[in-house]
């Protein structure tokens, strides 16, 4: 049960950097796309773009598919939509309970 | 909103998913009861609150939106610290994840830090009982705001 292994980890580690989260926006916007078609909205080449994809895709957010002679890039979020939801379900529910807390213990004490 | 925000912190550490820390103007020995006696963890839980606060203790979360979880508690160290694996009752042990409190005492009162931790990845996919499209809003969300560079 190594947490290292979770499922936060490798999608936080992918994210951190700020172009891919730009080139994971834009598949989540535009669909799947080729990595050339993406370079062309970025300010980057299309074998900085590859990298990226590749760093998004070890950590099961991008899949790709080869059609003919193209590769076509396509977002798969679901770990990201996981392991995000949980967090942010898990810390908002901490939020309400230990703010009820605060007042709780406030008042017992004057 | 701000006495909020400076009360009630999130960080984030590599081996635990959720962690909340609160300083409360409140004595140890007063906060220990608020977490380990079940007529006290009702109120601030909002939910009906079975614990039998000792190693190998059970115990049982019935919310008041229907969430229904059932916990085995994995260490007590009165007045310090206490550590509970729970889970959905619906769901089963695989679903489980470990709560853990620990306290520290203040010149104002108590520090008290809660840590949430999923024990299994199934565990994070499980708890989503809402919708797909729910779920693409919030990461795309995320990707602005929740993960910075």
Sequence with gaps: MSSRDDPLDRVFTALADGTRRTVMRQLLDGGPTTASE????????????????????????????????EVHYRATPKPMGDAVAWML????????RLERLRRQ????TG | ??????????????DTAVRREVELDA??????????????????????????PRPGGTGRFIGADGDDRVARVDDVDEGRRLAFTWWPDDGGE????KVEFVLTPTPGGTRLVVTESPLTARACAATNSTGWAWRLELLVLTLFLLVRA
Excluded: C, I, Y
């Design chain 2, 94 to 97: 695989e679903l489980a994840s």
């Design chain 1, 89 to 96: 379900r898990t810390g908002a529910q901490w939020d309400k």
């Design chain 1, 38 to 69: 993406l370079a062309d909205g970025l300010p980057m080449t299309r074998q900085a773009v590859v990298k990226h994809l590749q760093a998004l895709g070890q950590a099961g957010l991008v899949d790709a598919q080869r059609a003919g002679r």
């Design chain 2, 1 to 14: 909103m701000s006495d909020h925000a400076s009360d009630v912190e999130g960080t984030r550490d590599p």
């Design chain 2, 27 to 52: 004595a140890p020995t007063d906060v220990w009861n608020a977490l380990t006696r079940p007529e006290l963890l009702e109120q601030w839980f909002e939910a009906e609150v079975e614990l039998d």
């Design chain 1, 105 to 108: 213990v406030s008042q017992r």
